[in-house]
């Protein structure tokens, strides 16, 4: 064969290799499009995860992830969980590599199956945090389809008209969810027209699972259209009556103390309903039993009914319940500690049990994964982000009640911890997609603190000049 003859051959064959590439790019996403509407939704998990490593090109960084994706949809979509398949899911997920987004969004799919809403939750948002550039846009969609669809099953319409529409994961579902929110609310979406009957019913059909967004669409479709933005000016709340009338005790502080704790504390979620007027007002209440008689009566049919020795001892240990009471009801309610220590008093007793309890999580978990670090004790990546989820929601739990006073408090320790963490997964676990929104967290929070010095480093570290 000549020169030319061969070198022709290699022309050709590189020609059709090219051309098959070609082909299959094209193709792929047919495939994953086929895993998706076909095959996940009859629950057949090791299929789905076996065609889904034929998409190359669409989890180019994240092949493993992409597989156990798709076999993780199947799982979901199956009527009962199955643990077995679970466990074979978690072991590709467990191998050895970095954890890519479509890997986080695998497990946040099977803790959903195991009923675990709020760590498939946390999983979803952290998946949401990896870089575009490596989050595949197929799990990026995923994640987004999740918690659109969470957020309306929880009845928070704010958060499906705000995800609903991010055009760079919205889907056919995401789209409908807030087009029909929107309508049945009566308030605009931002940067998005008003959906005629026609287009609803559009968005409707595109979605995969009609039966089950029907009645929303219906319930839509019977709501008036609304063509602009503008809302009558609400008139001003009246004045809520006071739980209990205080007349009804005259002359019994302690019962009407005792009265009104039952109230807030007894009843089948009545908690929804406590503003912190309410719980300054059981405060006061509780301040005026103990400066009455009533109670030291009490305290001294405790100390015969106990091996309390002394009705001063009694007295306290009645104070210290009534307080731990209100700090867990101040708690539950999602109240400021302002509310308990303004209130003075039991209040200011109750404010203060509650601040230790914020502090003492934070900090036990603080000091657990600083030691984590230190010995260099690896956990697989999904267990990794479980623990950050868990300690970032001890932290923001604790900066929700305690305000900017308690955020500038814990900040420098968490700020040292989890940055030296996300360093060594930066650079010894190279878990790049873990690490970096860790920095860009830490930025945030050192913005919102005004510490100079941990924001030139995290910019530094985030990459903002």
């Known amino acids: 064969m000549s020169f030319a003859s061969l070198l022709g051959l290699v022309i ?67 009527g009962a969980h199955d643990e077995r398949l679970a466990t074979w899911l978690e072991g590709q997920l467990g191998k050895p590599g970095a954890l890519g987004a479509a890997g986080v969004v695998a497990a946040g799919l099977i803790a959903a199956s195991r009923g675990q809403r709020d760590a498939a939750r946390d999983l979803m948002h952290n998946a949401a945090g990896f870089d575009a550039e490596r989050a595949p ?51 605009p979406l931002i940067d998005e027209p008003s959906a005629t009957d026609a287009g609803l019913r559009w968005l409707w059909w595109r979605t995969p699972d009609r039966g089950r967004t029907r009645p929303l669409l219906l319930q839509a479709l019977a709501t008036p259209r609304v063509m602009h933005s503008r809302k009558p000016t609400p008139k001003p709340p009246e004045p809520a009556p006071p739980p209990l009338d205080p007349a009804e005790f005259a002359g019994d502080p302690l019962a009407y103390a005792q009265a009104l704790h039952a109230l807030w504390t007894a009843a089948e979620a009545a908690w929804r309903n406590l503003s912190p007027t309410h719980l300054a007002g059981l405060c006061k209440a509780w301040d005026a039993a103990f400066a009455g008689p009533a109670l030291a009566r009490l305290a001294a049919r405790v100390q015969v009914l106990t091996t309390v020795t002394k009705a001063e001892a009694a007295l306290a240990q009645i104070r210290r319940s009534v307080a731990d009471d209100l700090a867990q009801l101040a708690s539950r309610a999602q109240i400021p500690l302002s509310a308990l220590t303004e209130a003075g008093g039991v209040g200011a007793e109750a404010g203060l049990l509650l601040r230790a309890e914020l502090l003492t999580e934070v900090e036990k978990q603080n000091q657990a994964l600083r030691l984590r670090t230190q010995q260099k004790r690896k956990l697989p990546a999904v267990e990794e982000l479980r623990e950050w989820n868990s300690l970032r929601r001890a932290y923001e739990r604790a900066v929700l009640l305690g ?14 911890h989890v940055c030296n963490y996300a360093v060594w997964l930066w650079n010894d676990r190279k878990e790049y997609g873990i690490s970096g929104p860790l920095f860009r967290w830490l930025l945030t929070e050192a913005e919102a603190v005004g510490d100079e010095e941990a924001i030139v480093l995290q910019r530094k570290n985030v990459g903002v000049k």
Not at 18 to 34: D, T, Y
């Open 137 to 187: 846009a197929a799990a990026r969609v995923v994640a987004n389809e999740w918690l659109v669809a969470d957020a309306a099953e929880r009845g928070d319409w704010g958060t499906v008209m705000r995800l609903g529409v991010r055009r760079d994961v919205a889907s056919a579902q995401t789209r409908f969810l807030a087009f029909a929110a929107a309508r049945v609310r009566r308030q």
């Open 12 to 78: 050709l064959v590189l020609a059709l290799a090219a051309w098959l590439l070609l082909l299959w790019s094209a193709i792929e996403p047919l495939l994953w499009l086929v895993i998706r509407r076909i095959v996940a939704p009859r629950g057949l998990v090791r299929t789905a995860a076996t065609l889904a490593r034929l998409c190359r090109g669409g989890f180019e960084h994240d092949l493993r992830g992409g597989s156990a994706l798709a076999g993780a949809l199947a799982l979901a979509a199956r």
């Open 403 to 416: 305000g900017l006073e308690l955020r500038r408090l814990m900040f420098p320790d968490i700020h040292l």
